[in-house]
Nanobody, 126 residues
Framework: QVQLVEYGGGLVQAGGSLRLSCVAS????????MAWFRQAPGKEREFVAG????????MHPDSVKGRFTISRDGAKNTLYLQMDSLNPEDTAVYYCAARAARSVAIATTAVSYTYWGQGTRVAVSS
């Protein structure tokens, strides 16, 4: 059972930056594929970044590409999400997720992930 705890959310002005952290009770090493999702009020949970379990390959959807960067530090059991050039549309609760790595593929749907953190709230003011 992997436990995930997110840190780093808060209130930031448009154009600002935040770095989210997700500390795992074990890993995140190559045995786990990791991802960040977000959910705004009244909307479905949305994939914002993923990192492969069997390689360091990453994926960011067009909505955040060039602004958000996912990375991990295996020695610290920590996953990161660097968020730059934030805008009010990025306001949401951000979740860290993990699943056992089966290949180098990166899953982009929430149902593909087994373990979830409790979420950290990010609010971007205009």
């Amino acid at each position: 059972q992997v436990q995930l705890v997110e840190y780093g959310g808060g209130l930031v002005q448009a154009g600002g930056s935040l770095r989210l952290s997700c500390v795992a009770s074990e890993g995140p090493d190559s045995n786990y594929a990791m991802a960040w999702f977000r959910q705004a009020p009244g909307k479905e949970r949305e994939f914002v970044a993923g990192i492969s379990g069997r390689s360091d390959r990453t994926m960011h959807p067009d909505s955040v590409k060039g602004r958000f960067t996912i990375s991990r530090d295996g020695a610290k059991n920590t996953l990161y999400l660097q968020m730059d050039s934030l805008n009010p549309e990025d306001t949401a609760v951000y979740y860290c997720a993990a699943r056992a790595a089966r290949s180098v593929a990166i899953a982009t749907t929430a149902v593909s992930y087994t373990y979830w953190g409790q979420g950290t709230r990010v609010a971007v003011s205009s």
